[in-house]
Nanobody, 124 residues
């Protein structure tokens, strides 16, 4: 069974950058598309970005607007989220998970194998 663990969160100032990592165990991550989702206090989870199993397809939430980049390195059993130009409104717990179906990649309720999350805090 696929097990995902996130890392790389922290506290940064607005305009700064962070790189999140999602490390898989249990199964090769190459078998899965993977997404990054986030949950802000008092709000529902939303999909930040996703990458297909082959890496040829990517999806980004509208609020990303070219600031974030998702990538994968199957040799490291990992998926990454490079976040630049961070804003205070990006403060959230960030999770990685796999989409059950690429057609529903934008639906945060259609993901499985959630990690425990990593906190990202952006100060103004």
């Amino acid at each position: 069974q696929l097990h995902l663990v996130e890392s790389g969160g922290g506290l940064v100032q607005a305009g700064g950058s962070l790189r999140l990592s999602c490390l898989a165990s249990g199964e090769p991550i190459a078998r899965y598309g993977v997404g990054w989702l986030r949950q802000q206090p008092g709000k529902e989870r939303e999909v930040v970005a996703a990458i297909s199993r082959s890496g040829s397809l990517t999806y980004y939430g509208d609020f990303v607007k070219g600031r974030f980049t998702i990538s994968r390195d199957d040799s490291k059993n990992s998926v990454f989220l490079q976040m630049n130009s961070l804003r205070p409104e990006d403060t959230a717990v960030y999770y990685c998970a796999w989409p059950n179906n690429w057609r529903s990649v934008a639906d945060p309720t259609d993901y499985g194998s959630w990690g425990q999350g990593t906190q990202v805090s952006v100060s103004s």
